[in-house]
């Protein structure tokens, strides 16, 4: 086992610079080395499928769980990773192993500074967009141009390229990430409704119950389905608040509120919890000893000695060991009293369908700014910004979020304008295609780019699907986006300053100056 890892994929990387001892996630060197190679073996899977122009529907569910797999606060378990390992060499074996053997897999973290950095941010954004991918995929939804350039992505991660022909490639993704982020948006909404305004209850009732962390629409249906003549309820946590807002899961009457806040605060949130917690995509930590015995994983999800629900070839999965800890662990022995609502469902079809009243306001005066106020949160000291951010914007100013980074602010009342709530949020990261059909949508309302309008984006980031999301919004020619708490590690300075040159990439720095700065934009 080797003593030390290299990792800088995430925001709470070491001293900003890389986590080589432990990751600061919890993630031990042995962890972080297999998952290194589990992408070097990838990698050759996609070589090997590109060399005889062809790929499998396996191999295609492969590179995609596997790439996501690797990502911040997923899978913790080695001999998950080992034997997920495996299936990727039996599928090399299918198509030709003397030759996999034959390809060589470049040091992903060796090199000229800049190379690394650039192909760093093009594996980190293909990452991100296997988790978007794998949603979409397990409600059967497919894109040929998506999964094509999964093989293409990692096939020019093993290549040398110049420094230009790196940032064209990584423009090229941007632009396959959003046709990947609206399939999963079709996915979605055609799966389980367009989201309409819902407000959501934090209090929790007498009973059994389960919590539900992740990101995963269907495997929160299926288990809804399985419990809901068994008494037990359901209670959404982090970025599966949002679900409440889609019809077709909200119908069922077990979906009975919101536990607790955003994904950093779990050690202390299910410290006491009577009831087990499900977690069906990133976002796990290591639980404490306290509750470890309630945790259950599904999908690429794994930690050592938790108790996984695996899926049928189908896609069904049995929730019933689920059920059954429920059932014994009993829930509370009265209602909490917990007071308040979380409120969500302003997906793009709930927004745009009052896009007169929005237009009508910002031509009367009456809104001056739109704040997209998004992203991941997570532990690290300087994540009190968003809050303050949020608390100084104009009174005149409309609030949109989406991604656990809203519950830094999600309880906040800062009334309405013109019937709008000031606040507005659009969902999970995954919903971040949303946001982006508004702000063309209301460029075209005002005939202008997007750049012109009074928009302003200020990004938390955390981990690789943040990543992926920026390709997009740089791939669209957005510019002038704040990002904090701090900037990637593996932006090399002179990556970083290629991208304050031309699209105006600024870190935070306070909400007062920040604000004063974007407020004169487009005035």
Known sequence: M?????????QQTAGGSACINTGVCGK???????QDELVCELIKLAELSKNENKHSAVADRLIIDGLFTTLTNVNFDDNAIKE????VKNEQNKISRPEAEKIQVIDLWDGDTDIVSLRSTLLFGLKGMAAYAHHAMNLGYTDNEVLKWFYKGLCEVNREHSVTEWIELIMEFGQVNFKCMELLDKANTESFGNPVPTRVNVDIKKGPFIV??????NDLSQLLEQTEKTGVNVYTHCEMLPAHGYPELNKYHNLAGNFGTAWQSQRVEFADLPAPVLFTTNCLMPPAASYADRVFTTGPVAYPGMMHVEAAPDG????????QRALELGGYAAATDTTGTFTTGFGHSAVLGVADTVVDAVKQGAISRFFLVGGCDGARPGRSYFRDFVQ??????IILTLACGKFRFNDLDLGTIGGLPRIMDMGQCNDAYGAIRVAVALAEAFDCGVNDLPLSMVLSWYEQKAVCILLTLLHLGIKNIRLGPSLPA???????NFLVENYGIAPIT???????????YNK
């Not at 080797?2 to 995430?10: E, L, N, P, R, W």
């Not at 069904?316 to 059920?323: H, M, N, V, Y």
Request: net charge negative.
């Open 84 to 87: 997920f390992m495996g299936r």
């Open 392 to 397: 100084q914007a104009p009174d005149d100013s």
């Open 316 to 323: 069904g999965k049995d929730f019933e060991p689920l059920i």
């Open 510 to 520: 306070t909400p007062e100056e920040d604000i004063k700065t974007l407020m004169n």
């Open 2 to 10: 080797d003593a030390k890892m290299f990792c800088f994929q995430c």
């Open 490 to 496: 593996f932006l090399s300075p002179n990556i970083l």
């Open 212 to 217: 539900v962390s992740g990101h995963d629409l």
């Open 28 to 34: 031990q060197p042995s962890t972080s080395n297999l």
